[in-house]
């Protein structure tokens, strides 16, 4: 069935260093994978997104990586900045769906 | 600077009232997502629409909830009645379809219910 989870729901990590957040999904047919940020009283806003073709992809600061074989997604954040702290969302959408489906989110807070 | 714009922002009220809210998407976005958040379920989606179609409302109480949108400038989602559990940040997002776009969903900055 359709199923989005987080392996942790909290990280700390400080100020410069790296962080990685991790998202396992269930379903095989899902194709395409965004990672949101919610930072307090906001809406998610748009970090990376991922197709199922690719196994790496890289902004700036953040890289996104895509395991198919075991159905893992996780985003790294490079030298993390108090700016950091929010929610974060991986989604996918599912071949022919259409729909956005969210996992439960970690928030990640940055330590000076 | 296009965005997704909900109203209202915060709305409290007594059970068993009548609460719609609102949401004007991008324009030349052509869907449109209703999505409830709270700390227990998450990001849950209520309801989407394509071209002003509806796709998919599974996730909405059918008995209570509605969504609709009367023309492509404005989406809505009444509850009546409303009860205690629902209150809840209701997010609303537009985008493009995936494979026309990328996918990625522009959310609103949310309206927060609280049903007393």
Redesign the interface.
Known sequence: GESVGLHLPTLSVQEGDNSIINCAYSNSASD?F?WYKQES??????II?IRSNMDKRQGQRVTVLLNKTVKHLSLQIAATQPGDSAVY?CAE?IQG?????????TRLTINP | DARVTQTPRHKVTEMGQEVTMRCQPILGHNTVFWYRQTMMQGLELLAYFRNRAPLDDSGMPKDRFSAEMPDATLATLKIQPSEPRDSAVYFCASGLAPGVGTGELFFGEGSRLTVL
């Not at chain 1, 769906?97 to 989110?105: I, N, P, T, Y």
């Open positions: 395409y965004i009283g906001k809406g998610p806003q748009f997104d969302f959408i769906a259409q729909k956005l489906v969210f996992g439960q989110g």
